[in-house]
């Protein structure tokens, strides 16, 4: 595995793999066994695995957030060679944002500006958006792999991927979690027991109102009131619990196609989302 710090020198590194497939997996790095879920997706579909680590500053709109984001590197290269990966790419943000910076590649509408894009603001998918599509173009991957736990980054990230016409193809892996259901993710880390204890709400939440739907439950508002009482019960006042369509994120009434529902909500100081898909496949 070797580690580059420039976009020159991750297209150096990937010049000879081009004869085969290339795999792209960003991630900001404090890696979990969620992140290695992507890898190893990655590691059996492509002869070349790229893991980006960039804890990218265009899309924290908290300063308290971005300072307080997990850096592990030493950890996270470790963990990335034990997966296969082949090249990370771990540039400084001068590399990514060189002087004069003034380009922002931004997703219009309902899409970007409902749920995380109202609670995080605009400057969220935007940066997203933009980091992306320059990690996609520094590597130009045949594939790049995403985790269906942040559900509303793929819907931008495929919006902008189909609009610009860049050359990937998506690949969604399935949210992991830990044995008692909680999403994995970084900032898990910043959970003191108590309040990893009062988290499982969220899963519990979403897996109750999973089964209404499947007992017949088909009225979006009676579904969202039902998980909203499981979460004050918890003792947590979420952010938002939404009913949405998966692509377009418009709220839905019925259930009468996939409808993601979708949890923010703070647990102390942590934010974490999770979400899960009713009448998908
Ligand atoms: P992050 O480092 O948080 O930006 O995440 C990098 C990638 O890993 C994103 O595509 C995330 O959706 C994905 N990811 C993070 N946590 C999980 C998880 N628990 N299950 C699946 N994918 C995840």
């Known amino acids: 595995m070797i580690v580059v710090r420039t976009v020159a020198d991750l297209r150096a590194a990937l010049y000879p793999r081009r004869t085969g497939a290339v795999g792209l997996v960003p991630t900001m790095g404090a890696l979990h066994e ?5 890898l190893r997706a990655a590691r059996a579909a492509d002869d070349t695995v790229v893991m980006s680590l960039f804890v990218n500053p265009a899309q924290f709109n908290e300063q308290a957030d971005l300072a307080a984001y997990p850096r592990t590197e030493e950890a996270d290269l470790a963990l990335a060679a034990s997966e296969g990966v082949d090249i990370v790419f771990a540039p400084e943000a001068a590399e990514m944002y060189p002087a004069g910076f003034a380009t922002t590649v931004s997703v219009s509408g309902t899409l970007a500006d409902t749920l995380e ?7 969220h998918f935007d940066g997203v958006a933009t980091v992306v599509t320059k990690l996609l173009l520094a590597a130009l991957p045949d594939h790049a792999y995403f985790g269906a736990k942040d559900a509303q980054q793929v819907a931008v990230i495929r919006r902008f991927v189909t609009d610009l016409g860049i050359p990937v193809e998506l690949v969604v892996c399935p949210t ?11 900032r898990n880390t910043r959970l003191s027991p108590d309040e990893r204890a009062q988290a499982l709400a969220i899963p519990r939440a ?10 017949g439950l088909r009225d979006t508002a009676a579904l969202r009131a039902q998980g909203l009482a499981h979460l004050e019960a918890a003792g947590i006042h979420p952010e938002y619990v939404a009913l949405v369509d998966p692509v377009t994120f418009a709220p839905v009434d019925e259930v ?6 979708a949890i923010a909500a703070r647990v102390g100081a942590t934010r974490l989302i999770d979400n899960i898909v ?4």
Do not use: C
């Not at 979403?206 to 007992?215: C, W």
């Not at 009468?256 to 529902?261: G, K, N, S, T």
């Not at 009713?278 to 496949?281: P, R, S, T, V, Y």
């Open 34 to 38: 969620g992140h290695a879920t992507l």
């Open 117 to 123: 894009g109202a609670e995080r603001g605009r400057s």
């Open 176 to 186: 992991s979690r830990d044995a008692d259901g909680l999403a994995r993710s970084s």
């Open 206 to 215: 979403l897996s109750g109102i999973q089964d209404a739907a499947t007992a």
């Open 256 to 261: 009468a196609q996939p409808v993601l529902v």
């Open 278 to 281: 009713l009448g998908g496949a």
